[in-house]
């Protein structure tokens, strides 16, 4: 069965710095990966996402994830966090036969100033 | 247009009422799914409609009801809810159930059941 693990459930960093946001997947087939983010009181919004293919995706808002299979990681990363980044990131894999998604625990991210 | 919507943003209701969210798409989406959140948690899978016909139900108690008139359309009927029942009722729809295709997440109800 597919599965995620996200590494941290708060992460804080200053503005300007580097995010790291981990994850780690499980899954006996060729993944399809994504991320979310989930600002205060709204819906998911998507970030990114791998499937086939370039194994370095870039997404919205500056926002990038590197697929390695040899580390079943997908990390979100950004170069430098504005304060607007300030949310909830939901990394997830496609799990079930009819797409449903499974979704890590979540990483709240705070932007310091 | 990548935008799914939802109706109402806001409800209250007693555990006697009889109430239905809404969710609506015109993104020619054949894949439409129910999802709650609780606080502080992901969001946790309810049901899932392919071509109109209903998938999955993820042991979903029978207070919660779903319905697909058509492609664009998905309402979850609601009635005689607990108040665990009080969440975030997110909608998504995707191109396909099959071939890995991105979900579109609407803003999601906030239901209070007291």
């Known amino acids: 069965a597919q599965s995620v693990t996200q590494l941290g459930s708060h992460v804080s960093v200053s503005e300007g710095a580097l995010v790291l946001l981990r994850c780690n997947y499980s899954s006996s087939v060729p993944p399809y990966l994504f991320w979310y983010v989930q600002y205060p009181n709204q819906g998911l919004q998507l970030l990114l996402k791998?499937?086939?293919?370039?194994?370095l995706v870039k997404g919205i808002n500056g926002f990038e994830a590197e697929f390695k299979k040899s580390e079943t990681s997908f990390h979100l990363t950004k170069p430098s966090a504005h304060m607007s980044d300030a949310a909830e990131y939901f990394c997830?894999?496609?799990?079930?036969?009819?797409?449903?998604?499974?979704f890590g625990k979540g990483t709240k991210l705070s932007v310091k100033p | 247009d990548t935008e799914v919507t939802q109706t109402p943003k806001h409800l209250v209701m007693g555990m006697t009422n009889k109430k239905s969210l809404k969710c609506e798409q015109h993104?020619?989406?054949?894949?439409m799914y129910w999802y709650k959140q609780k606080a502080k948690k992901p969001p946790e899978l309810m049901f899932v409609y392919s071509y109109e016909k209903l998938s999955i139900n993820e042991s979903v108690p029978s207070r919660f009801s779903p319905e697909c008139p058509n492609s664009s359309l998905l309402n979850l009927h609601l009635h005689a809810l607990q108040p665990e029942d009080s969440a975030l009722y997110l909608c998504a729809s995707s191109q396909s159930g099959l071939g890995g295709y991105e979900q579109y997440f609407g803003p999601g109800t906030r239901l209070t059941v007291t």
């Open positions: 997830a894999v496609i799990g079930g036969s009819q797409g449903n998604l499974i």
């Open positions: 993104m020619g989406h054949r894949a």
């Open positions: 791998y499937t086939t293919g370039a194994t």
